[in-house]
C-alpha cells in the first residue's frame, strides 16, 4: 500500500522556521521524483519545490527561493523541506507528491501557520 505522511507542520512566528518531512512507503521511492505543493482555502494548489529522484536536481517556486531547501535522503525512503525566514503567507497545508510519468502518489497534507 501506498503511502505518503507528512509531518513538521505547526505554528510558527513569522521568521521563524520549520522543517517538514515526508515519509514514504510501498514504492521504489528512488525511482521517483519529489514536490512539496502548498494549498490554501480557495486556492489552486501551488508547485512550492522539487527534487529529482537522486537529488541533483532541484527547482523552487520564486516565492520561496532562497528561503526554502527541499532534500532528500533516499536510504530513509524520506524526503524534506527546510523552511526558513517564514512569512505569514507562507500558511497553508503542505502536501507531499511523488511522480513518475503518468504515476502521482500524494500525501494527507500538514498544516503550517506563520502567525505572531
Known amino acids: 500500500q501506498v503511502q505518503l505522511v507528512e509531518s513538521g507542520g505547526g505554528l510558527v512566528q513569522p521568521g521563524g522556521s520549520l522543517r517538514l518531512s515526508c515519509a514514504a512507503s510501498?514504492?521504489?521511492?528512488?525511482?521517483?521524483?519529489m514536490r512539496w505543493y502548498r494549498q490554501t482555502p480557495g486556492e489552486e494548489r501551488e508547485l512550492v519545490a522539487a527534487?529529482?529522484?537522486?537529488?541533483?536536481?532541484?527547482n523552487y517556486a520564486d516565492s520561496v527561493k532562497d528561503r526554502f531547501t527541499i532534500s532528500r535522503d533516499n536510504s530513509k525512503n524520506t524526503v524534506y523541506l527546510q523552511m526558513n525566514s517564514l512569512k505569514p503567507e507562507d500558511t497553508a497545508l503542505y502536501y507531499c507528491?511523488?511522480?513518475?510519468?503518468?504515476?502521482?502518489?500524494w500525501g494527507q497534507g500538514t498544516q503550517v501557520t506563520v502567525s505572531s
Open positions: 507528491n511523488a511522480v513518475q510519468l503518468s504515476v502521482n502518489y
Open positions: 510501498g514504492f521504489t521511492f528512488s525511482h521517483y521524483a
Open positions: 527534487i529529482s529522484s537522486f537529488g541533483s536536481s532541484t
